[in-house]
């Protein structure tokens, strides 16, 4: 199994503040990336980062930002929490395109349940 | 549009069963990988199958087989004699070219093995 550690795994806060949830992985991978998961949507990527301090946004990246200052963390931040973002987030890593590995399948964190009151 | 077309909320199968979950997709780049999730109720997403869109073969692991039909652009989960731990939640998932690796997800079927 993949080494990926997601925290907290859960949390409840309030409308308005910040927030940090935290992916750490052990594999060494180039890509992460941040998906939320909510029902009727399936999972939809907030941002992803293909390198140190390399990021790009998803189709859901309003309201989030994301920092990658070393190979194996990645941070997700909610400057100002609303309740539309209330959600299940799930981190995920690829070793797409290293190595000559062409599949890109994901490797998933545990999720972090994320309640915005 | 979507991309990835889910048009089974839920299916139910008897157990040793064969079934089949649906999925189709939308995509002009000649290259892309398809793939399948399992969503247990404990959560977490596991990955089961993948097919390139140059593959010749439909891919297969263990009872797992992606039934690739690319003039009608449909990517079906076949699951062979199906077994109580495999009920879950189902995503497919595409990547389109080159880009990153990043897939886009369809809805989700939930899948319910009956004894």
């Known amino acids: 199994d993949a080494g990926i550690t997601q925290s907290p795994r859960h949390k409840v806060t309030e409308t308005g503040t910040p927030v940090t949830l935290r992916c750490h992985q052990t594999e060494n991978h180039r890509y992460m990336y941040w998906y939320r998961q909510d029902p009727g949507h399936g999972l939809r990527l907030i941002h992803y980062s293909y390198g140190v301090k390399d990021t790009d946004k998803g189709e859901v990246s309003d309201g989030y930002s994301v920092s990658r200052s070393k190979t194996e963390d990645f941070l997700l931040t909610l400057e100002s929490a609303t309740s539309s973002q209330t959600s299940v987030y799930f981190c995920a890593i690829s070793d797409f395109g290293t190595s000559g590995r062409v599949g890109g399948e994901l490797f998933f964190g545990e999720g972090s349940r994320l309640t915005v009151l | 549009a979507q991309k990835i077309t889910q048009t089974q909320p839920g299916m139910f199968v008897q157990e040793k069963e064969a079934v089949t979950l649906d999925c189709t997709y939308d995509t002009s780049d000649p290259s892309y990988g398809l793939f399948w999730y399992k969503q247990p109720s404990s959560g977490e997403m596991i990955f089961l199958i993948y097919q390139g869109s140059y593959d010749q073969q439909n891919a297969t692991e263990g009872r797992y087989s992606l039934n690739f039909q690319k003039a009608r652009k449909s990517a079906n989960l076949v699951i062979s004699a199906s077994q109580l731990g495999d009920s879950a939640m189902y995503f497919c998932?595409?990547?389109?070219?080159?880009?990153?690796?990043?897939?886009?997800f369809g809805d989700g079927t939930t899948l319910t093995v009956k004894p």
């Open positions: 998932a595409m990547r389109e070219g080159t880009n990153a690796g990043k897939s886009t």
